[in-house]
T-cell receptor, first 112, second 114 residues
């Protein structure tokens, strides 16, 4: 069964304190792995798509990496405005485009 | 570019009542999705439309949930009758095609069943 597990569930950092969020996945052939940001009361906002092991994507203070079993979202020198829930999702190669499975997310809080 | 519009933003109903949610996707987006997000969990796909046809509704509880997309644009999701466990945020998303690009979510409708 396809599965996505994110850790930690919650993470509190001081402004400027870099860290990483983890997304472990089990899927029968990965078609794509996605990272989203979700602010309270809003829908998820698309950040990155990764397709193959070794691939990396960057956007401002965020960098996503992918291996055959997990993905990391690295946050460098975070600011309070980076506080949000970060969701990881995977799509299996055999599935239709709709079969995207989300993890439960990591709630990130950055203190000034 | 206008985003995905959803209404209402909030709804409180009693169990066994019915409720409907509306979604207007981004203009030109052929694919529309309804997701259910229970507090503390990630979104779960309920149904996917390609234009006005259903592509995948395998996770839609069809005994109480129904959805339609008339004329391949707006969509409505209905719950009848509602149960306590239906309390969640219902998110609509749209994309240009059936691939994972340009996948934009609306702000959702928060449903509370009491």
């Amino acid at each position: 069964e396809d599965q996505v597990t994110q850790s930690p569930e919650a993470l509190r950092l001081q402004e400027g304190e870099s860290s990483s969020l983890n997304c472990s996945y089990t899927v029968s052939g990965l078609r794509g792995l996605f990272w989203y940001r979700q602010d309270p009361g809003k829908g998820p906002e698309f950040l990155f798509t990764l397709y193959s092991a070794g691939e990396e994507k960057e956007k401002e203070r965020l960098k996503a990496t992918l291996t055959k079993k997990e993905s990391f979202l690295h946050i460098t020198a975070p600011k309070p405005e980076d506080s949000a829930t970060y969701l990881c999702a995977v799509q299996a190669r055999y599935s239709s485009a709709s079969k995207i499975i989300f993890g439960s997310g990591t709630r990130l809080s950055i203190r000034p | 570019e206008a985003g995905v519009a959803q209404s209402p933003r909030y709804k409180i109903i009693e169990k066994r009542q019915s409720v409907a949610f509306w979604c207007n996707p981004i203009s030109g987006h052929a694919t529309l999705y309804w997701y259910q997000q229970i507090l503390g969990q990630g979104p779960k796909l309920l149904i996917q439309f390609q234009n006005n046809g259903v592509v995948d509704d395998s996770q839609l509880p069809k005994d109480r949930f129904s959805a339609e997309r008339l004329k391949g644009v707006d969509s409505t999701l209905k719950i009848q009758p509602a149960k306590l466990e239906d309390s969640a945020v219902y998110l609509c998303a749209s994309s240009l095609g059936a691939g994972h690009y340009g996948y934009t979510f609306g702000s959702g409708t928060r449903l509370t069943v009491v």
